[in-house]
């Protein structure tokens, strides 16, 4: 396995609205049977809401983790049809999707909301993984870095280095999700680059060198070695790829060597 700096791989599956209780189980099975071993990458699953509890009996002591792809930013409250932190820690979450494109370009979510959300989960135990990334157009004009500083720089906001260690920084291309088009090796090299030198002036160096900062979009056994060899990838958040276990299995070989 490759650790850079005393980074640990992390690879993440991003189900989205796919699979019911069974579909779920039946997939975690077929991954923990194929998982490598030794394992050393940190290995995650994000399903929908309805299959954590189920995914959390069978999961247990494993070495797959649960993370949610969403979260509410309040503690509690009349908020009908939300999900808290704590509701999260409680059915077994380890981990929850901050800020993902399809939440901030399909429903709308903005800056202060990613940030209210990052600094809830932090203050409940959930290590947030945080999403960020620009549109085609932003990259067409040339405004890659300034989105992805403000948008980092927000989420953010007051928190401390101690607690920012406990996250993950996903860098995901908005129009590279779900696209069949990925970021070339050395276009998302160059942002990960970006975004680790932005932990290190807002935090601190070793911070900057500790946080694990992963790749999304895309990405399929096909592209995932090359994206994997870049110094600034950790690791890859999949989606589609990630919904059938024989392909995620082979994405998360790769991670893991
Ligand atoms: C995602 O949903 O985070 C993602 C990266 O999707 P895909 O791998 O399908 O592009």
């Known amino acids: 396995m490759t650790i850079k700096n005393n980074r640990r791989p992390w690879i993440g599956g991003n189900w989205k609205m796919f699979k019911t209780i069974p579909e779920a189980l039946d997939t975690f099975q077929e991954l923990k049977a194929g998982l490598p071993d030794p394992l050393q ?36 409250g009349a908020f009908t049809g939300e999900i808290s932190t704590r509701m999260l820690v409680d059915v077994g979450c380890t981990y929850c999707l901050i800020g993902h494109s399809e939440r901030r370009h399909v429903f709308g979510e903005t800056d202060n909301q990613v940030h209210q959300k990052l600094a809830t989960c932090l203050k409940t135990g959930l290590k947030p993984v945080l999403c960020l990334g620009e549109t085609l157009e932003e990259r067409e004009e040339g405004r890659i870095q300034a989105v992805i500083e403000r948008q980092l720089l927000k989420a953010v906001e007051g928190v401390s280095p101690e607690d920012m260690a406990r996250g993950v920084v996903a860098y995901e291309p908005v129009w590279a999700i779900g696209t069949g088009r990925s970021a070339t090796p050395a276009q998302a090299q160059e942002v990960h680059a970006f975004i680790r030198g932005l932990l290190q002036t807002r935090f601190n160096k070793t911070l900057a060198l500790e946080t694990r900062i992963v790749y999304g979009g895309s990405v399929t056994p096909d592209n995932i070695r090359d994206l994997r060899s870049q110094t600034d990838i950790d690791g890859a958040l999949v989606g589609g790829a990630s919904l059938k276990a024989d392909k995620f299995l082979a994405l998360i070989k790769e991670v893991n060597q």
């Open 41 to 76: 990458a940190e290995v995650i699953i994000a399903p929908p809401f309805t299959a954590l509890s189920a995914l959390a009996r069978v999961i247990q002591d494993g070495p797959v983790r649960l993370a949610a792809q969403n979260v509410h930013w309040a503690e509690d």
